[in-house]
């Protein structure tokens, strides 16, 4: 038997629709449409164009056409508001806006950041679901009066497909308003913030059908992205770690339960739903998001690069000169990321790089010492011993970042696969309609379908060298830098 399933990826940067199909044992995936996606200003804030995401999507999933099956993922935190009747009542928040994180000292105000990981286990964010929503309520901004439920990015195209209200529970455990040890939503918290905690909708878990589009189920897949991303890990056993990398890195393991503990919380280390009742313990690193904004910037001065020859750039470019903290306040909104690179390396009393092939080096050999600072993070609070490092997503075709996070680390790398959300994504749909009976079964169908490429360490005396001195740079860093 073919089973053919449709997987809609919504990225930070763009979106996709892809057909998968199964047969055999193996997996197939085909991108029939992929568009752009990013923020819009209205009314001071940066938002995302709903209606038009939801209009992508439905052109693509009629450009798919006949398929058994539809599943939706989106990155996490960012939500809207539906009124009674379905309608929107405004664009959704982007978490890149620069207003959300003025709520983070309120929400620290009136509920201790210690008790509120104990809690929740999530990190401490200011882009956090929680913190918009404290800030929305401490302003009595009328849009909360006039809402009757709060959906997170794919739950809402799951409303516009089949009318689903559903919330589906690994992108509502990023919103740091769900309580870890109990699986519900952790209403006394939000009373406290004076936020409506009944606008929160009932949740399901992976793989529930939720009604039908197109004369196909909907699924709800693990619509975290990186939850349906480490679906398609191949991961060798316990104290595996993966590195789902694309605008964010996600450095984690998996567990079976969340793991709350001073070590966690001292690292900021954050508790995420998985499939089959599995628990993401995972560092949020911020990712390719600086090498984006820096194409941006170039690309506004006439210097139009692909990525690709960003790459072959860095190659040539002279090695482990200076580096930056790729999630140091300073990078955190869009803008002139260059100049802002500059002036970190500065600021901090390193060489500042003087061309763009120097900028794209500096930044790409930072999220390598970034990921390997990750994994001890990992290995010290949670007692991993990984033998290896998964990566998948966009950051898995990047030779470059593979072999110096290799480097980095100390650690082989295996890449791939590179489409490893959309695989996942189509792996719990294979799930829910009966064709495959686990996870573990899934991960089978990835090792028969695409091939790794193996990244080995080298140069351990230079890297262990600039391990030290990033290590400096972190402890000494906390910077304003000017744009």
Known sequence: ?????????????????????????????????????????????????????????????????????????????????????????????????????????????????????????????????????AGMAARRDAALEAADVLLMIPDVLHNRLCGSRAGERTNASTTQCLDAVTGGWAGDLLDRLDVPSGLLPDLVEPGTILGEAFGARVIAVATHDTASAVAAVPLRGPGSIYLSVGTWSLVGTELPQPLITDETFAANLTNEGGVAGTTRL???????????????????????YSFDELVRLAADAPALQAFVDPDAEAFAQPGSMPVRIASFCRETGQRVPESDAAVVRCVLE??????????????????????????????????????????????????????????????????????????????????????????????????????????????????EVSA
């Open 1 to 133: 038997m073919t089973t053919r399933m449709a997987a809609v990826d919504l990225g930070a940067q763009s979106g996709r629709v892809a057909v998968g199909t199964l047969e055999d044992g193996r997996l197939t995936v085909d991108e029939v449409r992929r568009f752009p996606n990013g923020p819009v200003e209205e009314g001071g804030r940066l938002r995302w164009d709903l209606d038009g995401l939801v209009h992508q999507t439905t052109e693509g999933l009629r450009t798919a056409g006949d398929v058994d099956s539809i599943g939706v993922d989106s990155w996490a935190v960012d939500f809207a508001l539906l009124t009674a009747d379905d309608a929107l009542v405004e664009n959704p928040v982007h978490y890149r806006d620069p207003q959300r994180s003025a709520a983070l000292a309120e929400v620290d105000r009136r509920i201790s950041p210690r008790e509120l990981y104990d809690r929740t286990g999530i990190q401490r964010l200011p882009i956090n679901t929680i913190v918009e929503l």
């Open 282 to 304: 995972l560092s949020n690193v911020t990712g390719l998001w600086l090498l984006h904004e820096c194409r941006r910037f170039w690309a506004g001065e006439g210097r139009v």
């Open 366 to 479: 930072s999220l390598a010492l970034k990921h390997a600072h990750a994994v001890e993070l990992l290995r010290d609070a949670a007692g991993v011993a990984p033998v290896e490092l998964n990566v998948v997503g966009g950051g898995a075709r990047n030779e470059l970042l593979c072999a110096w996070t290799a480097s980095a680390a100390g650690l082989p790398v295996v890449a791939g696969p590179e489409e490893a959300t959309v695989v996942g994504n189509l792996l719990v749909q294979a799930i829910a309609l009966g064709e495959l009976a686990s996870v573990d079964e899934a991960r089978d169908v990835v090792r028969a379908s695409f091939r790794p490429a193996v990244h080995e360490p080298e140069g351990s005396g230079e890297w262990e060298d600039a391990r030290g001195r990033f290590s400096t740079m972190l402890a000494g860093a906390d910077l």
